[in-house]
């Protein structure tokens, strides 16, 4: 299994930044892509940000500029680095995962969730 652990949501004020933290842990042979989604009240779960095992990363169009996704050099953790945060980035963000643990096994998995609110 495969046990995600988020961290580093909070209030803050338009403008802010936040750094969101994801660290996986359990029977991980390889973690081959992180991302971080986010869902708003109402509205349906979607992608923010995502990074590959290699590096490469992906942006939704409406956090490009603002946000960046990297990991650690172990590769177990991923951050979400937001800066020049809105109102309209309140919700509560997930990390995800694809793994393969130690099995052999091809396992995606999520995080409980963090809530960011951000005030006008």
């Known amino acids: 299994q495969v046990h995600l652990v988020e961290s580093g949501g909070g209030l803050v004020q338009a403008g802010g930044s936040l750094r969101l933290s994801c660290a996986a842990s359990?029977?991980?042979?390889?973690?081959?892509?992180m991302g971080w989604y986010r869902q708003a009240p109402g509205k349906q779960r979607e992608l923010v940000a995502s990074?590959?095992?290699?590096?490469?990363?992906n942006y939704a169009d409406f956090v490009k500029g603002r946000f960046t996704i990297s990991r650690d050099n172990a590769g177990n953790t991923a951050y979400l680095h937001m800066n020049s945060l809105k109102p309209e980035d309140t919700a509560v963000y997930y990390c995800k995962t694809g793994a393969t643990t130690t099995s052999r096994v091809r396992l995606v998995s999520w995080g409980q969730g963090t809530q960011v609110t951000v005030s006008s």
């Open positions: 990074i590959t095992s290699g590096g490469s990363t």
């Open positions: 359990g029977s991980i042979f390889a973690i081959n892509d």
